[in-house]
């Protein structure tokens, strides 16, 4: 929480509508993402009671399961749920692949800032959808990823991305792929080749979304609350129907009266993956029980006629693509059945389908709404970079996967070693991300205005062509510009600041003189100005030109050298045994 | 004592012609979370249904739980007691190191006879002090739903732990049964803090009852299901620190009639109705308990929707203060303790006290950083 969020919370609750804490949309958001809506029974542990899922707004597919306790109606689950999953992924694959780039050198490229605008607004290139030229400052990051990446010549162009509504949809895609990606597909428990794959990629995306700069997998409201800030807490943020009728009330109410609306779970059903309790124990408990009385019947009739059970061999999961002749199929396949067996099994699912879309159809709706929300914003200048990331990421687990033929499902626990790199990698991403958005968006810069990390102010004059002598003697160009603000700069002489007009240029605060109640600071700037001994005009700012600059930088900080694995220290438990999935893991039991 | 007996007739009075509502471990837990709130202190002292209240004064609380939940909570509880715990048994001694020898199982909630908490408190109690000296040496023992009793606010509580188990030659452990999972050796972080909670509520319960501290363990055992199956696991909750958390707030919830001195002697929230039987008009009119509510001082914050029943209620009367929007957000905005007075500050339309200075210039500041960067950004959706 930044003051400025809390200065728009605060002017969203005297007002009654939300107010924007970012002028450019700080995600990625794809073509076609895949929109999940799950929801879980009450109590159990992760145990899908449905699910809604498309890339499609209006072609949704709605997969139910009639009774959440019944482990083989799980597995039929997933294995739908799996081929879905599966089948998006390939698409992405499919769609075409480049060739990653060599590593990049840190050195910016000669006159690389030169087209960059003069007397630009604050906050730089908005809304051009260009990646930013990196310069230095990011270079290293890069690097480092680029050579992750080297051993594969390949980056898909799509990959997929899944949105979920709240963090607890997060949650549920992590712990439904731990439930499913041990599974094995042979012996006594077998499951069908698509459940533990399902398993691998849903905890995939799961480890994704740990990392803050990733749009693969992304909970809505949390999306949602990264560029508008609501006249409530953050705690009544988390629920969808009512962040979004803060965000876009409908036609003649404030945001404020419709998130009261909104909060009512029967005008909102709560987005899950829990469900609201008074719909469990009116509708859905009495349509399940029914459900359970009508299964028992048809499995007593069959019992009777001497055929095996009917639900055996083909579990009775409700998929909502599929045409709804199930009763005219059950009648010819089940000759053994009278009508007054099979109708009342029918109705059950009929009602439960019913009372779960009701349910699951209004979240789905707002997800939609929100995508389109965050689709009219323009794309902040570095999402396409770090969307990059998330393609090199995809494509390589893709490979593993296909080269591996089916890989080994990832680890229970990490190791020492894998977790301390782990934590080290997305403390990294988290600061390289936090200084990517105030470079990208003036108004998350401002939190940092109000913090003396950042100051915006207007060149009071400009010296392009002075030279000094390094600390070799030679002679280099090194520009001086004073900058006047009215901002409290709270940054010690010394310290480096860059422009988001500049990317590629440093500075370096060379003083600070208080001038009639504003600051006067005199910056030294380096690079980003070309080799000619007086800088091209343009590329160092002018007089009279507004400028912000910041302290913050995603320098990339490194961290101490870390062992490898296999030298792990007995202070961290010695070096881990090397997994080797066993059988244990596929028998656990899953009920 | 006489003074004592002046204290519940007044909170009598307040509760009206009603009976009282029982605590549980669960509201003691969540009374610690906010002890500064005199409207909760006072109406659960008196014993008055918060939910039923909301619901009068047209704020009604959306605290229901799902039917399935109970049916698995209660399965796993049933399942891990059946047969006289042998299950819990072998888990306390293999996984924890507990001796417990044959440990012999007492039931001390199946006596359902209609006698009372009090007498049922007895029971326990004098099971609890003698049980295990009176045994015969080398075995433990299982308690199952002990009726225990601690003061809370001035109140005596009756609370009921699932089950306490004594190692012989050592101490009590209290054994908490939840079936939330253990994936992989990892939980809910917010249920397992609350488990924690409600499992020293116990424990200190348990400490008065016995008179000595180290009678009982720090160590709670804390009894789940394992990763996706119904397979138990237990594993040692240690919570000293909400031990120690639970009796400063205890101590520190201001005693109930130091509360009561202060409030109107007609204070009444009465929500039964008139007539033998009940069957007639309300006792009091919702505009009466709304405006008797007015008169006790609440302390809302956000998290008070998690928590308490009438928080719908106090979210409404708190609107437009700054803490309703997040402690974090107060904070930020300076300490300031209204939207109005917090913006009227950032917009120079009013003037600091002495001690608001530096908070207005930095709510000046950021309004008007907030402004040009919104104003730079102008011709972006959503920036009306």
């Known amino acids: 929480m930044s003051v400025i969020v809390a200065y728009a919370r605060a002017l969203a609750a005297q007002t009654g509508a939300a107010r924007p804490v970012a002028s450019v949309r700080h995600v990625h958001l794809a073509q076609a993402p895949l929109v999940l809506v799950p929801l879980t029974m009450a109590g159990e542990a992760n145990a899908p009671l449905a699910a809604m899922v498309g890339t499609d707004e209006a072609d949704p597919a709605l997969l139910v399961v009639p009774q959440p306790r019944d482990r083989d109606l799980r597995f039929a689950f997933a294995a739908l749920l799996g081929d879905f999953l599966l089948g998006y992924v390939e698409r992405c694959a499919s769609a075409g692949s480049e060739p990653v780039k060599p590593p990049r050198t840190p050195k910016p490229p000669a006159g690389g800032a030169a087209g960059a605008p003069v007397g630009a607004r604050v906050g730089g290139a908005v809304g051009g959808g260009v990646p930013v030229e990196a310069g230095d400052l990011r270079a290293e990051e890069d690097a480092l990823v680029a050579a992750a990446e080297a051993a594969r010549s390949e980056r898909f162009l799509v990959a997929p991305q899944v949105l979920v509504p709240n963090r607890a949809g997060v949650d549920f895609v992590r712990l439904f792929g731990r439930s499913t990606r041990f599974r094995s597909t042979v012996g006594q428990n077998a499951v069908p080749a698509v459940v533990p794959m399902l398993g691998r990629w849903l905890t995939f995306l799961a480890q994704r979304a740990e990392n803050p700069s990733s749009s693969t997998l992304m909970a809505m409201t949390e999306a949602l609350a990264l560029h508008w800030a609501t006249g409530q807490s953050a705690l009544e943020d988390a629920n969808l129907a009512a962040l979004m009728a803060w965000i876009d009330p409908p036609d003649g109410i404030s945001g404020r009266e419709a998130a009261r609306l909104a909060e009512d779970p029967l005008v909102s059903p709560p987005a899950g993956p829990t469900t609201d309790p008074l719909f469990d124990n009116r509708v859905l408990a009495p349509a399940i029980g029914a459900y359970d009385e009508a299964v028992a019947l048809l499995r007593e009739k069959a019992d009777a006629a001497g055929v095996p059970d009917p639900f055996r061999t083909d579990p009775d999961i409700i998929d909502s693509r599929l045409a709804d002749d199930r009763g005219l199929a059950a009648a010819s396949a089940w000759p053994w059945a009278s009508s007054s067996a099979i109708g009342p099994w029918l109705r059950a699912r009929e009602e439960i389908t019913g009372a779960v879309r009701a349910q699951i159809e209004p979240t789905w709706r707002l997800m939609w709404r929100a995508v389109r929300l965050l689709g009219d914003l323009p794309p902040a200048a570095s999402v396409p970079r770090r969307w990059e990331r998330d393609r090199a990421r995809f494509s390589s687990y893709y490979a593993y996967l296909r080269d591996e033929d089916g890989g080994l499902p990832q680890a229970r626990r990490d190791g020492a070693v894998a977790a301390a790199r782990r934590l080290a990698a997305l403390e990294r991403e988290l600061a390289a991300y936090e200084a990517d958005r105030a470079f990208d968006d003036p108004v998350v810069l401002a939190s940092y205005r109000v913090t003396g990390e950042a100051f915006v102010g207007t060149v009071v004059a400009a010296e392009r062509d002075r030279r000094v002598a390094n600390e070799r003697g030679t002679l280099v160009t090194r520009p001086v510009v004073e900058v006047r603000t009215a901002d409290p700069v709270r940054l010690p002489v010394g310290t480096k600041v860059c422009s988001p007009a500049r990317p590629g240029q440093s500075a370096v605060i060379t003083s600070l003189s208080p001038v009639d109640g504003e600051l006067l600071v005199s910056l030294e700037l380096s690079g980003g100005m070309g080799r000619a001994k007086v800088p091209p005009p343009g590329s160092v700012p002018e007089p009279g030109e507004r400028l912000s600059y910041t302290s913050v930088l995603a320098d990339g900080a490194f961290s101490a050298a870390l062992p490898a694995p296999e030298d792990t220290p007995w202070t961290h438990g010695g070096p881990p045994a090397p997994y080797e999935p066993t059988d244990d893991d596929a028998r656990e039991t899953w009920a | ?384």
């Open chain 2, 1 to 384: 004592m006489r003074h004592e007996g002046k204290t519940e007739a007044r909170l009598a009075r307040i509760r009206g012609s009603e009976p009282p509502r029982r605590h549980n471990a669960r509201t003691i837990a969540a009374l610690t979370s906010n002890p500064g709130c005199a409207r909760r202190a006072v109406l659960d002292a008196a014993g008055v249904d918060k939910e039923r209240l909301a619901d009068r004064v047209g704020f009604p609380a959306a605290f229901g739980q799902s039917r399935f939940a109970i049916v698995r909570g209660n399965a796993f509880e049933r399942q891990v007691k059946a047969d006289g715990c042998v299950e819990l048994l072998r888990l306390l001694r293999d996984l924890l190191g507990l001796d417990l020898g044959d440990a012999t199982y007492t039931d001390l909630g199946a006596d359902d006879s209609g006698e009372g908490l009090d007498a049922r408190h007895r029971v326990a109690k004098a099971r609890l002090v003698d049980g295990p000296a009176g045994s015969d040496g080398a075995n433990g023992e299982l308690f199952d739903h002990p009726l225990l009793r601690l003061e809370v606010a001035g109140q005596e509580v009756y609370l009921e732990p699932d089950l306490v188990a004594f190692q012989h030659g050592g101490a009590y452990h209290v054994v908490e049964i939840k079936s939330f999972p253990v994936i992989d050796g990892q939980a809910d972080g917010e249920k397992v803090a609350a488990a924690a909670v409600q499992a020293a509520v116990y424990v200190l319960a348990l400490r008065r009852l016995l008179g000595r501290d180290d009678a009982v363990s720090h160590e709670v055992v804390l009894v789940c299901p394992k990763d996706f199956s119904n397979v138990p696991i237990a594993v040692r909750l240690d919570v000293r620190r909400q031990l120690i958390v639970l009796e400063h707030q205890l101590a520190r919830l201001t005693r109930i009639d130091t509360l009561l001195d202060a409030l109107p002697d007609d204070l009444a929230f009465d929500l039964g109705q008139a007539g033998p039987g009940g069957g007639g008009s309300p006792m009091m009119a919702a505009d009466a308990l709304t405006a008797a509510l007015g008169r006790v001082s609440a302390r809302y914050v956000p998290g008070c929707l998690s928590a308490c029943e009438l928080a719908f209620y106090c979210r409404g009367e708190a609107a437009g203060h700054t803490a309703a929007l997040g402690i974090g957000v107060r904070e930020e905005l300076g300490g300031v303790g209204t939207v109005a007075e917090a913006l009227g500050l950032a917009h120079g339309t009013a003037v600091p006290a002495a001690d608001q200075a530096e908070a207005a210039a930095m709510l000046r500041t950021t309004a008007r950083v907030y402004a040009e960067a919104v104003g730079d950004a102008a011709g972006a959706p959503g920036a009306a």
